[in-house]
């Protein structure tokens, strides 16, 4: 070979230099060979190359003078590498540099990092640095408050990434929100089989040296590291975060699992300015994909993939033509049709695996796939909800009131911090009168007022078992007075009375918690066809696209995090799962207010029939279609039981009275010198088994003492018959119900008789009242249904429909894959087949993101794709969708009602409904859909029609009531020792339609449209600090998938 040389050319290979540390070069003989190692043995089998190994002896030892002379030098940092020593000899033999040196120093320093990022234009996270010239340093540009810190004022709440900004520490932080259950997660290189440890304590930052501070950026607990060979060359590697539960997956040979995905036309470009930014050919960094954008939030310098012969050829071709262009450009850098170390090249491994299919066999033919899986699901077991209200005039409150909400003396306040619920705390200790009731002359309205600060405080001290999102205390100010100021200038306004609501309870309880997390195991073993891990193993290669939304209560917060640890077999606590994985959704999954006065007139009419004996116009149960009946469910002569169930919740509600007086008598009062311990969410939320201590003590089960107990009863009690008026609630009937149930399952040990009847006839009752509080009858539900569920049907239907079109553009796009295969492989265009996997023209990526890409912002959901290529995986293209809506009773009623009678609408008139007969009985007969119901819509592709015929894609319909509660029914075995553990079995699903039965989506779709949000009309998600989100606005899927699958059948050669 001809070699320029100085002015001329001489005959001789071009040398190149491997100045690294051997430890970079290859491992030990008997083990696969490291990446360097690989991909130099490549170069060398070319034959134009002479490989020169400078050594570990050389490097440190000789001086530069006595280095061997070589063309190009490869030479990157590590540890113990004397860089300005590389520095010296560069600037002596001037060869051609892979990797430029003196740019290597900026990789130490995380802020120099950024601010050449941020100099390129390379988008990073939102940041912030904070620099101690010696440990502990007290700065007046920090400030640290119980959920966020502000840094120059610029604030960034929890949760937040903490990085040392010496780039070789990899001690990194995050920090999570108290509604969130606070701690501390430490992520750190590698040991084990751990890549982080969650520390639920940790609360504070560190203080000990310099650090980043950037916004957490939700990725749906993915992290993408991106490898660059040269600026045209880019490959892309997927891998579970560390931050979801810190377990690495690894395969049998003990490395870490990753699976390489496709980058999209921008994260190209950014591959090429970070290569060109830091000048560095061979250059790894970690890409975020969060919210439809992409980030870079780390530059790692010399980076290799591991364990892919496919990359090793891209790179060995690509540094090849780097070298000829560098010292031979007058020679062709044409690729052998044939690579010459292919004949001794080793097989690759290969999965093994059978394709899997949906399993579903005969009408629909084997070759249905399963496309998607939507779920809507019920929080898990929960404590009862409780409210206490009470007008207040005391000082102290008011002056509360005041001081977290501005000083403005007619607005409310919500009090949820643990800081904010301290103060509170803190004063209704000091307001609570010394004497007893009984003890003193005051009149009855005193004692109720005592009582309640009372039941508040025990509130407030149970803080070690409340979590920030399980409580709220609201402050309303009632009346005014004009007072004179404090400068003695005017008056001001001032308020006199208030209003105190203090909600709490309704708190996930540790059976609630372990409902989740099997019902997520039972959907990985039975909602996904195949063999038995195959959710999984399409969840790690990256085929299964999923995302969870739940609404804004804590309790659907944490079942939605509990079912996701069960569905992906996470380990640990659920606070990391809950802020990586779950987003919430409010406005789609929360809240009756659009249903408010059609909810109110169904419970008017319910309380005129049960409290007024109304005979219903019909007998349902000698009907034929008894679902169709007004107030179906109600048991007759429902007014006769009301009596029997004021007299039983009485009874009750003495027996605890009696427990709460024992308790009450021998109070532990603080003294003022007591210190007083800080809420602790963190444990509350990690809670998962039952507190054995208080069972054997005789306390109530969780963190309820007797006297919040008491409250609760006397509360329902009081509420549900009014003895002056002699009126009974109905609204209060459900309530009551709720404690019967979890006072059976959680507080069997204490006892209380008569409860069991209380039970029954609570049971009798709640089974009518409750379906029917939303609507009389079927067109009532259907009308009350559509308003609450409209947008979460809405979403459901893009999900569908997303589906559908990505289904339908991958077997188009897939009909072409071997004519493109023979168009870009086509002997007059060998030279661009045969470059490996390289960009598209600069030009392209540099387009305005305008028309074609113009849906992009309307798609905030990150996508993760499986690169074909470079995927020892045997099906690549298959790819299932989850979507999974965590919510609460309102919402799964509504649902259902939607779908089991769209079809009354007059616009369907008809139609049949989607729910077939037997189903529409079945359901008639379920009175209740407890803890952990779930409504199923699963999405099959049929391969063998053709895509315009409608039986294309199926629908399959399924439902669980939830909660099994015959072991509260029954006195066997098996119900004792479920009772023993305070939990209940979920039910399994139940078809709503007639096994042989086809339920197009376009079917499907024309009978919900009339009910759900227009895709148009869909507002954003609301993503509230302190939780990840996505949230899709419509489908714009197909035209970003059309640009990234690779049978592309508009693809043009690459260049």
Same mark, same amino acid.
């Given at each position: 070979m001809r070699v320029e040389e100085g002015a001329g050319v001489v005959d001789r290979k071009i040398t190149i230099g491997v100045c690294v540390m051997e430890k970079k070069v290859k491992c030990s003989p008997e083990v696969f060979s490291a990446p360097m190692g690989q991909i130099m043995d490549r170069l060398q089998a070319f034959g134009d190359f002479e490989i020169i190994h400078f050594g570990d002896k050389v490097i440190l030892d000789d001086p530069v003078e006595s280095w061997p002379v070589c063309d190009c030098l490869i030479a990157f940092h590590s540890s113990g590498y004397p860089l300005e020593k590389v520095q010296a000899y560069s600037s002596l033999r001037k060869p051609f540099l892979v990797n430029e040196l003196d740019p290597q120093y900026l990789l130490h320093d995380r802020r120099k990092v950024y601010e050449h990022l941020e100099m390129y234009g390379i988008p990073v996270p939102r940041y912030a640095c904070v620099n101690r010239t010696v440990p502990n340093q007290e700065l007046d540009y920090f400030v640290e408050e119980e959920d966020f810190i502000e840094v120059n004022g610029e604030i960034f709440w929890k949760p937040f990434v903490e990085k040392p900004v010496n780039g070789d520490d990899h001690s990194i932080m995050i920090y999570y929100p108290s509604s969130a259950g606070g701690g501390m997660k430490e992520l750190f290189r590698k040991v084990g089989n751990r890549s982080s440890e969650f520390h639920p304590d940790v609360r504070r930052v560190r203080r000990e040296g310099s650090y980043i501070y950037e916004e957490f950026m939700p990725t749906g607990g993915t992290d993408v590291k991106v490898y660059t060979v040269g600026p045209e060359y880019a490959h892309a590697e997927a891998r579970k975060s560390p931050v979801v539960d810190g377990v690495v997956m690894r395969n049998p040979d003990g490395k870490e699992v990753r699976y390489p995905v496709l980058l999209t036309p921008a994260e190209k470009q950014m591959a090429r300015e970070v290569c060109i930014a830091f000048r560095q050919s061979v250059c790894g960094f970690d890409l975020l994909r969060s919210e439809g954008s992409s980030y870079v939030c780390d530059v790692n310098g010399w980076s290799f993939v591991k364990n892919s012969y496919k990359y090793y050829d891209d790179a060995a071709c690509v540094l090849r033509n780097m070298f000829f262009d560098a010292k031979a450009p007058h020679l062709s850098s044409t690729i052998p049709p044939i690579l010459p170390w292919k004949i001794n090249e080793p097989a690759q491994p290969n999965e093994g695996l059978t394709r899997q299919g949906s399993g579903v066999i005969g009408t629909f033919g084997q070759s249905e796939e399963l496309r998607c899986v939507i779920a809507v699901v019920r929080h898990g077991d929960r404590t009862p909800k409780q409210k206490v209200k009470l007008k207040v005039t005391e000082e102290k409150l008011l002056n509360l009131m005041l001081k977290y909400n501005g000083g403005k003396p007619r607005a409310e306040t919500k009090l949820k911090t643990a800081v904010q619920l301290q103060d509170l705390l803190d004063a209704t200790r000091m307001l609570i009168p010394r004497t007893r009731p009984g003890e003193s002359d005051s009149d009855a309205e005193d004692l109720e007022h005592a009582d309640k600060l009372r039941q508040v405080k025990a509130v407030l001290e149970e803080g070690g078992h409340f979590s920030g999102i399980y409580r709220k205390v609201q402050l309303k100010p009632l009346k005014w007075d004009k007072v004179t100021k404090s400068d003695g200038e005017g008056e001001e306004e001032r308020p006199v009375e208030a209003l105190m609501i203090l909600k709490y309870g309704g708190v996930l309880t540790h059976a609630g918690r372990q409902q989740a997390e099997e019902l997520g195991r039972y959907f990985r073993n039975n909602m996904y066809p195949g063999e038995g891990t195959g959710l999984l193993r399409l969840h790690s290669t990256y085929r299964h696209d999923l995302k969870i939304y739940s609404s804004d209560e804590g309790r659907v917060q944490m079942s939605a995090a509990a079912f996701a640890k069960g569905l992906l077999d996470?380990?640990?606590?659920?606070?990391?799962? @809950?802020?990586?994985?779950?987003?919430?959704?409010?406005? &789609?999954?929360?809240?009756?207010?659009?249903?408010?006065?059609?909810?109110?007139?169904?419970?008017?009419?319910?309380?005129?029939?049960?409290?007024?004996?109304?005979?219903?116009?019909?007998?349902?149960?000698?009907?034929?279609?008894?679902?169709?009946?007004?107030?179906?469910?109600?048991?007759?002569?429902?007014?006769?039981?009301?009596?029997?169930?004021?007299?039983?919740? #009485?009874?009750?509600?003495?027996?605890?009275?009696?427990?709460?007086?024992?308790?009450?008598?021998?109070?532990?009062?603080?003294?003022?010198?007591?210190?007083?311990?800080?809420?602790?969410?963190?444990?509350?939320?990690?809670?998962?088994?039952?507190?054995?201590?208080?069972?054997?003590?005789?306390?109530?089960?969780?963190?309820?003492?007797?006297?919040? &107990?008491?409250?609760?009863?006397?509360?329902?009690?009081?509420?549900?018959?009014?003895?002056?008026?002699?009126?009974?609630?109905?609204?209060?009937?459900? +309530?009551?119900? +709720?404690?019967?149930?979890?006072?059976?399952?959680?507080?069997?040990?204490?006892?209380?008789?008569?409860?069991?009847?209380?039970?029954?006839?609570?049971?009798?009752?709640?089974? /009518?009242?409750?379906?029917?509080?939303?609507?009389?009858?079927?067109?009532? =539900?259907?009308?009350? /249904?559509?308003?609450?569920?409209?947008?979460?049907?809405?979403?459901?239907?893009?999900? @569908?429909?997303?589906?559908?079109?990505?289904?339908?553009?991958?077997?188009?796009?897939?009909?072409?894959?071997?004519?493109?295969?023979?168009?870009?492989?086509?002997?007059?265009?060998?030279?661009?087949?045969?470059?490996?996997?390289?960009?598209?023209?600069?030009?392209?990526?540099?387009?305005?993101?305008?028309?074609?890409? #113009?849906?992009?912002?309307?798609?905030?959901?990150?996508?993760?794709?499986?690169?074909?290529?470079?995927?020892?995986?045997?099906?690549?293209?298959?790819?299932?969708?989850?979507?999974?809506?965590?919510?609460?009773?309102?919402?799964?009623?509504?649902?259902?009602?939607?779908?089991?009678?769209?079809?009354?609408?007059?616009? @369907?008139?008809?139609?049949?409904?989607?729910?077939?007969?037997?189903?529409?009985?079945?359901?008639?007969?379920?009175?209740?859909?407890?803890?952990?119901?779930?409504?199923?819509?699963?999405?099959?592709?049929?391969?063998?029609?053709?895509?315009?015929?409608?039986?294309?894609?199926?629908?399959?319909?399924?439902?669980?009531? /939830?909660?099994? @509660?015959?072991?509260?029914?029954?006195?066997?075995?098996?119900?004792?020792?479920?009772?023993?553990?305070?939990?209940?079995?979920?039910?399994?699903?139940?078809?709503?339609?007639?096994?042989?039965?086809?339920?197009?989506?376009?079917?499907?779709?024309? &009978?919900?449209?009339?009910?759900? &949000?227009?895709?148009?009309?869909?507002?954003?998600? *609301?993503?509230?600090?302190?939780?990840?989100?996505?949230? *899709?606005? *419509?489908?714009?899927?197909?035209?970003?998938?059309? =640009?990234?699958?690779?049978?592309?059948?508009?693809? =043009?050669?690459?260049?």
């Open positions: 996470l380990e640990g606590q659920l606070t990391p799962i @809950l802020v990586s994985l779950v987003s919430k959704d409010s406005s &789609m999954l929360d809240g009756l207010d659009t249903a408010s006065s059609e909810m109110e007139e169904a419970k008017a009419q319910l309380n005129e029939i049960i409290t007024a004996g109304t005979k219903l116009v019909h007998d349902y149960a000698s009907s034929e279609l008894p679902w169709m009946i007004d107030g179906v469910g109600l048991p007759p002569h429902a007014n006769e039981s009301l009596p029997e169930m004021i007299k039983l919740a #009485k009874k009750v509600t003495e027996q605890v009275r009696l427990l709460a007086k024992d308790e009450d008598e021998n109070p532990t009062e603080p003294s003022a010198c007591d210190v007083v311990p800080p809420y602790d969410q963190a444990k509350a939320l990690g809670k998962s088994n039952i507190d054995v201590g208080r069972i054997a003590a005789g306390l109530p089960c969780g963190s309820e003492g007797f006297l919040l &107990m008491y409250a609760r009863w006397r509360k329902l009690e009081k509420e549900l018959y009014n003895e002056r008026r002699d009126r009974f609630d109905i609204t209060q009937i459900p +309530d009551v119900y +709720d404690s019967c149930k979890y006072d059976l399952l959680h507080n069997s040990h204490l006892n209380l008789k008569g409860l069991d009847e209380l039970f029954k006839v609570a049971q009798l009752l709640a089974d /009518g009242v409750i379906p029917n509080e939303y609507g009389i009858n079927p067109q009532q =539900k259907l009308k009350i /249904g559509s308003k609450i569920a409209r947008r979460l049907l809405g979403k459901i239907l893009i999900d @569908l429909r997303n589906t559908r079109e990505e289904a339908m553009s991958v077997a188009e796009l897939k009909k072409s894959q071997d004519q493109v295969s023979v168009s870009l492989c086509s002997p007059r265009k060998e030279d661009r087949c045969s470059q490996p996997k390289l960009f598209i023209k600069s030009d392209e990526l540099r387009r305005p993101n305008t028309g074609e890409n #113009k849906d992009d912002d309307e798609d905030k959901e990150t996508k993760y794709r499986l690169d074909p290529k470079y995927a020892n995986v045997m099906t690549p293209e298959r790819h299932v969708r989850t979507r999974l809506y965590f919510t609460s009773e309102s919402h799964i009623h509504s649902l259902m009602n939607v779908l089991r009678y769209c079809n009354l609408d007059e616009s @369907l008139q008809g139609e049949e409904s989607l729910v077939c007969q037997s189903a529409l009985e079945r359901l008639c007969k379920t009175k209740e859909l407890d803890y952990m119901s779930y409504i199923v819509l699963r999405l099959f592709e049929n391969t063998e029609v053709s895509l315009e015929d409608p039986k294309r894609f199926r629908i399959e319909l399924t439902f669980s009531r /939830g909660a099994d @509660l015959s072991p509260l029914e029954k006195n066997d075995k098996e119900a004792e020792s479920l009772l023993r553990e305070h939990t209940l079995p979920i039910m399994g699903p139940e078809r709503l339609q007639e096994v042989s039965s086809c339920l197009t989506l376009e079917t499907m779709e024309k &009978m919900i449209r009339p009910f759900a &949000m227009p895709a148009e009309d869909f507002p954003p998600a *609301s993503i509230p600090a302190g939780f990840s989100g996505y949230f *899709s606005k *419509s489908a714009a899927v197909l035209e970003r998938l059309v =640009k990234l699958w690779p049978f592309n059948k508009n693809s =043009k050669p690459t260049t």
